[in-house]
């Protein structure tokens, strides 16, 4: 198993109710919901059937309680759904500290030089190495941005998930606008489905899937058309991360509960996995989709989970993964650096496996995340390994040089065949 100890250091309607008691000579008649009581005589006290009428303002305080407590219990099963959309969207993203955050999203393009950088303020900036032109996006329902996809094998389409809908840019890379119109932008949204938290393209670029916390379903896109296919699943109480395997195969979709899933695209059937301690916090696919990374929330340790079934089957038909195993723990550990020792690790806050299958980047959080400035995105090192790495752990800018944990990229060098070896770079 591979630990932090092998690294080297790092770098510097209105009703009636009746109710009759042919027995009760009593006028009193008792009814009410969660305690209220009441009665109404309509009649003469000798007379053995008495009507009683429900006043309107009653009725709708007791519907009004009812609804509060099925609320109350449903927050209790899921207390995600007390949060603030802003809340529920920092909690369940990939950034730290991604509401102060002064990048809240980034993407490499996967098939040319350029990037797509998310800001606070919620524009979103273009840049291209090989164009003196930054176009910046800006749309009306372009707000708490949450993540960014570039569209495979398309050099200008990309996806952008927003509090209340996904917002998909056509931007030509040809155009020396530096402000594209908000008509260059497609509006998909769906009744439900906020705030948008994550997203994922199918490796052909055919569909889009999107998830919400608040929402148990996962919606599959057809962009071209502006239409989708709910798939909804009970339990979970949402979805939070997802992640499209690079062969198509599968797709990971975690939830705010102990458990995550795990879709074979053919068929959209799934498979269950529990997680003990707690939701899924991240994940990424091998090249060939035969193998899944994944952390959880609070722990310090890499999953795996090796897919044997044929690609396109319903999984569990061909001998998939029984259990996961433990390939990799990050629990905290001491490094003797120039500037003396320096205490490293601790819980994963994302993964990110790049194209060739050769190095992945994990994201630590450290001890105080709230510290955290800007570059916080694990995909600023994942795809583009620029300059080269001469360090295997790479410090996370911080506000404050007091932390007693900084947060730390560590770069692991991955070997999947023959045999699958995750080694210090």
Excluded at 58 to 75: D, I, K, P, T
Excluded at 94 to 106: E, G, I, P
Excluded at 242 to 259: E, F, H, Q
């Amino acid at each position: 198993m591979c630990s932090l100890a092998l690294f080297p250091p790092p770098l510097s309607g209105y009703g009636e109710t009746s109710q009759y008691d042919e027995s009760n000579t009593d006028p009193a008649v008792w009814f009410g919901v969660g305690g209220w009581v009441g009665y109404h005589i309509n009649a003469n006290p000798c007379t053995s059937h008495h009507k009683l009428q429900l006043p309107k303002t009653v009725s709708s305080s007791c519907v009004l309680a009812l609804l509060r407590w099925v609320s109350s219990f449903h927050g209790s099963l899921f207390p995600h759904l007390t949060l603030s959309s802003e809340d529920m969207t920092a909690e369940f993203s990939q950034v730290l500290n991604w509401s102060d955050c002064a990048v809240r999203s980034f993407a490499w393009h996967p098939h040319t030089q350029k990037c797509a950088v998310s800001l606070l303020d919620d524009s979103i900036k273009i840049y291209n190495p090989k164009s003196a032109n930054t176009p910046t996006l800006k749309h009306r329902l372009q707000h708490s941005v949450a993540a960014l996809q570039w569209k495979p094998l398309c050099a200008s389409t990309l996806a952008v998930a927003c509090h209340n809908c996904l917002l998909v840019w056509h931007v030509d890379p040809t155009s020396f606008s530096t402000r594209p119109s908000s008509g260059c932008a497609q509006v998909l949204s769906h009744p439900g489905h906020s705030p948008v938290t994550s997203m994922a393209w199918s490796p052909n670029g055919s569909l889009l899937v999107s998830a919400s916390p608040r929402d148990t379903a996962m919606l599959v896109w057809d962009v071209a058309v502006e239409s989708c296919v709910p798939l909804y699943r009970v339990g979970g109480g949402g979805v939070t991360y997802l992640s499209w395997s690079p062969d198509g195969s599968r797709v990971l979709a975690a939830t705010p509960s102990y458990l995550f899933r795990v879709w074979e695209t053919r068929m959209w059937t799934c498979e269950r996995w529990p997680c003990l301690k707690g939701r899924c916090q991240s994940g990424s696919w091998s090249p060939d989709g035969s193998r899944l990374l994944f952390s959880v929330q609070g722990e310090t340790v890499i999953y795996a989970l090796t897919f044997t079934d044929t690609p396109g089957m319903p999984l569990g038909m061909s001998g998939g993964p029984k259990a996961a195993t433990v390939v990799a723990d990050l629990s905290e550990t001491t490094l003797n650096t120039p500037d003396g020792d320096m205490a490293v690790g601790g819980e994963i806050q994302s993964l990110a496996w790049d194209p060739t299958g050769e190095r992945l980047a994990v994201l630590l959080k450290g001890q105080a995340p709230s510290l955290l400035s800007s570059f916080s995105k694990l995909e600023s090192v994942f795809c583009h390994f620029s300059p080269p790495l001469t360090s295997s752990l790479l410090p996370v800018p911080s506000g404050d040089a007091e932390a007693g944990r900084p947060a730390m990229i560590a770069v692991f060098k991955t070997q999947i065949n023959p045999a699958f070896k995750l080694l210090p770079w």
